[in-house]
């Protein structure tokens, strides 16, 4: 059996309807033989019976638990044999008939590219945001007093450098997958910019092809998904800065944090007097902020809030 150009890697949780369209996207392509990895993390919608059913040349991990984000792409990365990995999610799906072709050749015609980076569309063809500047503890301080703006890419028509890239679709070499020890299973929601500034650290560039697109529908979270988001994005930034920063960059970005929660955990329980259910999980939710916060820093628990 011929060594397959790609291993596309995608991990998936109660998704089947999007799954199956992605991986109908990846079959589609042509002049490349794609290896597509799926690592289930314990659906219960069918997906592990459709895949055995309708997708049998899809190589499936199957978790008995969530494994989360992270760790299931390291299983990913660890089971996939071609020398290029994309690392996509479950809700895309590849434009064009020749999209992988280009973005491996892409990949291999340039040994200082560390990442490369697809051009993402919404549903309805518009432009999605997609990489962003390195964080900075400044925009925590700006969040505290509401004055953040949404990161927001310049929509360019030709491959630029750039920092960090959203993890729906990053392409990356094996080699440099396998040396980095993957994605950082301690982090939810930053994993993504976190793997960004290791590559970059190595000299290689993160590279943002418009030229390769990739249709991104995007979770649509439910309200009660955000006990578990909200949380995880406070806590992130900490262990970020914590890992990538100076000392005084984590200790401002602590002490910034812990404002925050406290300033949102005050907004939402008045908010939340009237009812609304909305204000009452965001309210729950910098709550197990405050809680995960104190773990953190006074007994040493770095685990992600599920």
Known sequence: MAKPDISIVVVSHNV???????????????????????????????????????????????????????????????????????????????????????MTDYLLGDDNIGILAPKLLNTDGSFQPSFWNFPRVTVILLELFFLHTRNKSDIHTAPKEIQGASGAALCL??????????????????????????????????????????IHHGGKSSVNKQLVTIPNQVMSKIKYFRKNGSSMQFALSNFL???????????????????????MVKRKAYFRAFSSYMRYNFAGDKEIIS
């Not at 944090?257 to 204000?279: C, D, K, M, W």
């Open 257 to 279: 944090s812990f404002l925050f929660i406290l300033s949102r955990l005050a907004v939402f329980s008045i908010l939340s007097i009237s009812g609304n259910s909305l204000f």
């Open 173 to 214: 070499r094996k080699s440099l997958a396998d040396s980095l020890g993957g994605l950082d299973e301690n982090l939810f929601w930053m994993e993504d910019i976190d793997l960004c500034y290791r590559v970059a650290k190595t000299g290689k560039k993160n590279v943002f092809n418009p030229d390769l697109t990739i």
């Open 16 to 102: 089947w309807d999007y799954l199956d369209k992605c991986i109908h996207s990846i079959l589609s392509q042509k002049g490349i033989v794609p290896e597509i990895i799926v690592v289930d993390n314990n659906s219960t919608d069918g997906t592990l019976n459709n895949l055995s059913t309708n997708r049998p040349a899809v190589q499936v991990i199957s978790n008995k638990n969530n494994a989360g984000f992270s760790a299931a792409n390291n299983q990913g990365i660890k089971a996939a044999t071609a020398d290029v990995i994309l690392l996509l999610n479950p809700d895309t799906e590849i434009t064009g008939l020749d999209t992988l072709r280009k």
